[in-house]
């Protein structure tokens, strides 16, 4: 991997040390390397990881430089993937496992739920281990290739859930996660996997804390409360609303789902006193339901309006682009829901 | 060439005619065909979502499927390297165009991608991309045959990949147990996407995995389309006679990546040109002219039915419309919830 | 199968016809052998549900009536029971398939969420096909005896979800489900199995429609919106509170989680203005959430006090009573949320 | 009688010591004693949850997991109906009363029930309810081993039921590729549940399922300790040697129902007879006798000291305190977060 390198001074941040431009993707991979470098309990099972480097190229090299037992290639078994990441995790490793889409982790659905996330609690198993893997549409991929699958895990207690939106939070998320004792589900974004780029510092490291929120967009009128890929069409709509009709509009990213940063939630709540929660999945049952439900119940008497949802209308998702337009939320209905919002 | 006329005759016993000669043709030379078309189309961003070749396993779709029988109502569930398959049971060119091309007028309205399309009255039911899940669903069409005493049988394709899934394993036992009338097709053409059959499964062959459901099992050269055919054709017959549930694996290769997108890197080019030597259509091409089932004009004929057929069907589907973007919001249940019908109105009205 | 008969005269119901005494178990078991009398298409599907009768004899006798093709012993397979049921019913059968717990349908999650839930709107399919099976906790069965699936099942557009809490609708929402065209999860609650009673008429058809609320309890001061066995226990507080508090509750029975039935909620939102969301299933990301969303898109505006929950605490359900008491929700903790949400 | 004696002698080449072989009966006692003390308590509803019986299995669990080596940090999964298994890899009567008896002690601290728990260190790992899960978990563990270059080896039991799961397709189809240092047992007690064998699976032996993973099989007489322990070790040994998984079918009887609630109805009386006499106890207790390896004295010493300490056990456990309600809450992640606990604080406080 070679990576366009800034001239020092033009970096974006304005820290001192030498800076790379990464993409989304470029970025995890980084955050599996340097821990992989780091750990030697570090490794990686998947379909057609190794030699092939992932479905999209995600852990490309890193079986060549870390060799095949550290790097899993496996038979299409998704149970069995996490299973086996289950197994090695008791006993002191630190698998990373890839779901090749991650529409295909439902088939390990039972045991993730069932087996994994009660380990701790029932048997005071450790079971440190990441599943992670591309999610999200507006890639054309239909009903089996798009999903969002974090509202199904949500509702299990025992794990950690991660959705970063940003190439630095990708890396800084992916590193946490493989140090984090406990189960991490690391929900990455395919749409963003090569359209964003970042300035990340090269001889630092980059660590995002679980469980933290981000404001990524600071303002006093309206809180959006979203993450992954729809960070940025929020931001867009933002920067839109504040240019077209002056308003000011807070954006945060949770970053985390489980645990939720309850605290940046009620902060931007009593902020802003007007929330909505935007979010790619589909609307009944997603994830904005909690989201709304701990609002109204730790801070109902600062809303100035009810909470309202964007989110994708209630189907599996059509790879016609017409209808997946269509049924995806799209910056318009962030701009109008804000609009409504603002002048309840 | 004396090696192949005795290939080629020997099936025969099975009872094809000169004209079914020419059907096994015109299916493989068909699916190659389309699948250039949809190349083209492809290279010309034309196509909504991957491209999925069937390159070199023309004969394995085509010869399983024509064992079936369409007057009976047989059923098959093809993958996406089953082209051949679908239009062996009816699938139309300009279905598999539309849906390619995500057009209004295709068969799942622009809902789901490239081949995933059914017609049961035909014989057909679409995959959903979960490998394996296939299996469970032909057991149960299957189980609806035995509970009406019908005699008809399905048809379900398993890679060498997808039988490695929980699914498949739960589908075919259950049916193996019931004595369903259900042939399962073990296409091993060596991998699954990049991995390799050895790193897929510690079976020498695929056809081993019977022992373990108790079922009996065969092997076919599955680029010899006379030889799948007579293969499939007896497990077709036994499971129409109630004798229950077969494996048949056919051996071939993928000679093409996963998707349009995989350049094979993972391939080595004298296995590509091994492969390449063994291609299906030029073999029973041979074969027909050899044992003098077709003549070279013959052949000519049904390439160029097919072109025009194709042109046609191109250039029709090409200027055909997009659905309309609210299209999308029907059909999730048979009476959709009025309440989130209005809810949707409201938001996009 | 014998029923009590009451006397003519004796039914609280008031009806004419001759009513008997059936157990919510034993009224699972009369929908399900009627509609099977009734239409040679219904077929059951699952594991020791022939000879053996089931695991809670929900469907004792019934292949001795309707024969082995009619009741079909399977290999423990979930998805081969779901898939098999799957296949059948697009061919025009009507399977109803069980599932021996219902933590045990999460072997199924992929093939129910991604096959079933989808096929009729990919594909044009359809699926008309029942899952049911025992869920719920009270009894000590532990965390994988125990479970509420229906929070991971709300997430997926496609199906209808059932959760009936009394004998009557017990009978009457499995028959609806055999005879709805769309695929159903009918959740059973097996601390309810032989623990309620009914009177139901002998000779006259009970048919639940799918889709409607009941009001259990009509009230004035606050209403509790639950399903399922949590209606006893919101049932029982609410005549505690009249008793000692002299509040008027009113208990909404959604006896239908999917498609939700949001007139009934805003009606009983807009009479009381207090609403608290009881389940039994754990807090975060279950069902309340969505109901709480919903209210607070819908009639906010007429809220005078934020909606609240009692559910089960966040952790898998231990099986030691006084572990299991302490998680899940209890009637005190009802009465204690409705005071609280009185006072406001 | 010769054939007895025959049976016995055969598997001493294995190299089992005189009190190894008395330690096979303590197990085997051990296992059966304290199952009908657990039935005592469970007929005072003293028992928290359902009482899952080996009676007549218990040579099939203390026979495999004997030959397993404690000392090399040989790890098993053990199912329901193994706790000789179990204790024999050093789990404590203790134990198992309290799990049953939900007290606050008890390793799960009534969290999870009957023998649901772990050692890892003992070397053994409690199973989740749902059948087959326990298989990839073993392949992990033992992945483990193989990447640690330890000579160490799992074993997972699974029964002719949880065979027929998606879960162990998948494990034991990973577990072979990589040939994992892991011996599987197949529990065959002819019936899940209330399923018997023919409808669980089409195959006549479980042991032909080895074939379908290409991974060596064999079967013994699960009712004959020695056979048990002789086709264990073999598996065992290739498993050190690396020689990958291998599939061993003890084949065995479960004479009691599925847990104590179930009356067995669906079984015939005479069934049930004939394997009351093929008693896995009797039949060793016979051997010993016959073949000198142990005195009528010497098992009832064993006999004695079992009986000793179960009463000390179950007179110590009964009174020991359930757990503190509040106790519920810790534990799902290392570190709670602190939000929620504050909600329960407010909750209940
Ligand atoms: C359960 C599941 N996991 C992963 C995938 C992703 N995937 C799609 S095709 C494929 C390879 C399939 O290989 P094989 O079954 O041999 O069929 P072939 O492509 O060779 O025809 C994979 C891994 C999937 N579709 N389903
Ligand atoms: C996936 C799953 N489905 C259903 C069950 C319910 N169940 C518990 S034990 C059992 C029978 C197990 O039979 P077998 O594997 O032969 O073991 P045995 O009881 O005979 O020792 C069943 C169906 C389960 N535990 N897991
Ligand atoms: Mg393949
Ligand atoms: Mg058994």
Known sequence: MVYWRTRPGLSSSGTEGSMAEVTYLEAIRQGIEEEMARDERVFLIGEDVGAYGGAFKVTEGLQKRFGEDRVIDTPIAETAIVGAAAGAAHMGLRPVAEMQFIDF??????????????????????????????SGGYVRGGPFHSQNPEAAYLHTPGFKIVCPATARDAKGLIKSAIRDDDPVLYFEHKYLYRRIKEQL?????????????????????LSIITYSAMLHKSLEAAAQLEQDDGLSIEVVDLRTLLPMDDAAIIATVKKTNRVLVVHEDTRTGGIAGEIMARINESCFEWLDAPVKRVAAHDVPLPYAPSLEDFVLPQTADIVAACRWLAQY | MPSATATASSPLPTGLTRSQLHDLYYYMRLTRTLEERLTNLYRQTKVIGGLFRSLGQEADSVGSAYALDRKQGDILSPLI????????????????LRQYMAKAESPTRGRELNIHFNDLERGFIGQISHLGDMVPVMAGITLSFKMRKQRRVGMVYVGDGAMSTGSFHEGINFAAVQ???????????????????HKQTAVKALVEKAVGYGIPGA??????????????KTAVDRARAGGGVSLIELLTYRRKGHAEHDNQSYVSTDELQAWEKKDPIDR??????????????????????????????????????????????DGVLENPPRAELEWYRRLHG
């Not at chain 1, 439902?106 to 701790?120: E, I, K």
């Not at chain 1, 660590?207 to 929120?213: D, E, F, Q, R, V």
């Open chain 2, 179 to 197: 004595r369903l009338p259900l042939v399962v097709v073990a296409e091993n053409n060596g991998y699954a996407y990049s991995t390799p059959f």
């Open chain 2, 284 to 329: 029973y091409t041979k074969q027909l002219h050899d044992a003098g089932w077709a003549t070279p004009a013959d052949l000519a004929a049904i390439d160029a039915r097919i072109g025009q057929e194709l042109d046609a069907a191109v250039g029709q589907v090409e200027s055909e419309p997009m659905p309309e973007g609210a299209s999308a919001l």
């Open chain 2, 81 to 96: 390297r089953n082209l051949g398959s679908m239009l062996v049971q009816g699938a139309r060119p300009v279905e598999v």
């Open chain 1, 105 to 134: 982790m439902s088939c390990a659905y039972s045991f993730l739920t069932n087996y994994v996330a009660t380990a701790r609690y029932r048997a005071n198993l450790k079971t440190p281990m990441v599943v992670r893997g591309p």
């Open chain 1, 201 to 221: 510092p090269d001889d630092e490291e980059v660590l995002t804390p679980i469980g933290k929120a981000h404001v990524a967009r600071e303002g006093k009128h």
């Open chain 2, 219 to 232: 092997q076919a050269d599955g680029n010899d389309v006379l030889a799948v055919y007579a293969a499939t």
